[in-house]
């Protein structure tokens, strides 16, 4: 059932003119806009004739100044008293575009003031309306008045004061205390609040002894479980999916498809380096006291595979210092060599190295005197750690095993420590 025609005219006349409001609101906004334009162009006016008398001052001052000028002929003298007129004159206008503008910028001012004094209100008084208007369209839908409740509602209505701010409070409070007199209003209250209990305590509601209430909840349950294994397996397969992204990160640093790894950058490639940035040149030295005593120079070029592995090869100069033999006679035998050689490095500094090493010992017979070379194959491995020394150097710090020792006259023990260098 509808409510009266008047009563909608009623509504129909605020709306209208809420939608007048909105027309002044929106047309003193295009005036602002229009004044805020001509204000900006009016700042551009008046800064571009500064800049142009500012100029012009300038090359006047310049001309005045100059003592060619003075010096001049009575012609060109004349101009001077030319120019401070000329000067004047364009100061004059800047001064009166100045006074313009101020005056038109005054005017449009009070005009728009006068057309938007009453602009908060406005706002206001929309806002109001708007927020008036919304849970009265809301009851006219949920509630369904009879005729006589109507009319009686319409002649209640007539007596109120439109431009009131408790306008729709109080059609609230009367829409509210008719609806409550409606029948079918009542029974659909009555309903509700059955439904609600029920929901509640459904079995309760229902019975102990009703068997359709568990059927019903038999697929609910299967459905929970259903659901809850379903989760379980997606959990499983996020945490898959977590170990294999966090396998992936120690490997790689770029992988734009994981189902295709060839094009995955790896975290310690060295691909985008040039070659002649991954030789690495240097050197270490080790002593062996004792008589004879050994002085160790060992040279080094090494080639980085990736950020971990290099490889390279190492050659060898040993000097004996000061050997007296069981005849008397003192000479130094150099010994010489080569290593090949490989590192890992594990972990920051720190490497493991391993090493091949050959060295020749040149050996002087007294009695034919003439040398005779002894070659001597040797494995050294150990670990080592890098410094930072200057910029683009390194020192070097090795503590290796020899495990080849067995008799070896060039090595008194098994463990070799060397101190080098390296770019």
């Known amino acids: 059932m509808a409510i009266n025609?008047?009563?909608?005219?009623?509504?129909?006349?605020?709306?209208?003119?809420?939608?007048?409001?909105?027309?002044?609101?929106?047309?003193?906004?295009?005036?602002?806009?229009?004044?805020?334009?001509?204000?900006?162009?009016?700042?551009?006016?008046?800064?571009?004739?500064?800049?142009?008398?500012?100029?012009?001052?300038?090359?006047?001052?310049?001309?005045?100044?100059?003592?060619?000028?003075?010096?001049?002929?009575?012609?060109?003298?004349?101009?001077?008293?030319?120019?401070?007129?000329?000067?004047?004159?364009?100061?004059?206008?800047?001064k009166e575009t100045g006074k313009y503008a101020r005056i038109t910028r005054k005017e449009l001012l009070t005009r728009v003031l006068q057309n938007t004094e009453n602009l908060p209100e406005l706002k206001q008084y929309r806002s109001m309306i708007n927020e008036e208007l919304q849970p009265y369209?809301?009851?006219?839908?949920?509630?369904?008045?009879?005729?006589?409740?109507?009319?009686?509602?319409?002649?209640?209505?007539?007596?109120?004061?439109?431009?009131?701010?408790?306008?729709?409070?109080?059609?609230?409070?009367?829409?509210?205390?008719?609806?409550?007199?409606n029948n079918y209003y009542q029974a659909f209250m009555e309903e509700q609040g059955q439904l609600a209990s029920i929901q509640k305590d459904p079995k309760s509601k229902l019975g102990?002894?009703?068997?359709?209430?568990?059927?019903?909840?038999?697929?609910?349950?299967?459905?929970?479980?259903?659901?809850?294994?379903?989760?379980?397996?997606?959990?499983?397969?996020?945490?898959?999916?977590?170990?294999?992204?966090?396998?992936?990160?120690?490997?790689?640093?770029?992988?734009?498809?994981?189902?295709?790894?060839?094009?995955?950058?790896?975290?310690?490639?060295?691909?985008?380096?040039?070659?002649?940035?991954?030789?690495?040149?240097?050197?270490?030295?080790?002593?062996?006291i004792g008589d004879p005593l050994f002085l160790d120079f060992n040279p080094m070029i090494g080639y980085r595979l990736d950020k971990k592995w290099m490889v390279g090869l190492s050659g060898m100069l040993r000097l004996r210092l000061d050997h007296t033999d069981s005849l008397g006679m003192r000479y130094k035998m150099p010994t010489t060599g080569g290593r090949g050689f490989g590192e890992y490095r594990f972990y920051k500094s720190f490497l493991a190295h391993a090493e091949y090493e050959v060295l020749v010992n040149n050996v002087l017979s007294a009695e034919v005197k003439h040398t005779s070379s002894e070659p001597t194959q040797s494995i050294n491995i150990g670990l080592g750690n890098t410094f930072g020394i200057y910029k683009g150097l390194k020192g070097k710090f090795l503590l290796l095993y020899n495990f080849t020792l067995d008799g070896d006259k060039l090595y008194r023990s098994p463990w070799v420590v060397r101190f080098g260098f390296m770019n």
């Not at 090359?59 to 003592?67: D, H, P, Y």
């Not at 369209?137 to 439109?162: E, F, K, T």
């Open 5 to 94: 025609s008047q009563a909608f005219c009623q509504l129909k006349t605020t709306l209208n003119y809420s939608e007048d409001l909105e027309h002044q609101i929106r047309m003193t906004k295009e005036l602002h806009d229009q004044y805020k334009q001509f204000r900006k162009d009016s700042t551009t006016l008046v800064k571009q004739q500064f800049k142009d008398l500012k100029r012009t001052t300038d090359s006047l001052t310049t001309e005045l100044k100059n003592n060619e000028l003075q010096s001049a002929s009575p012609e060109l003298k004349q101009l001077t008293p030319r120019q401070q007129a000329a000067k004047a004159i364009i100061d004059q206008k800047f």
């Open 137 to 181: 369209r809301a009851q006219l839908d949920q509630y369904r008045l009879l005729p006589q409740s109507a009319d009686s509602l319409q002649q209640q209505i007539g007596d109120i004061n439109l431009d009131s701010a408790e306008l729709w409070q109080q059609l609230d409070k009367m829409v509210k205390s008719e609806a409550e007199k």
């Open 208 to 288: 102990e002894n009703t068997p359709s209430f568990d059927m019903a909840q038999h697929p609910l349950k299967e459905a929970r479980q259903a659901g809850m294994k379903h989760f379980e397996d997606i959990n499983e397969s996020i945490e898959q999916g977590e170990s294999q992204i966090e396998g992936l990160k120690k490997k790689y640093e770029y992988v734009p498809d994981s189902e295709d790894l060839s094009t995955a950058k790896k975290t310690n490639t060295l691909k985008s380096v040039p070659f002649k940035k991954r030789i690495v040149f240097g050197g270490d030295f080790h002593i062996e």
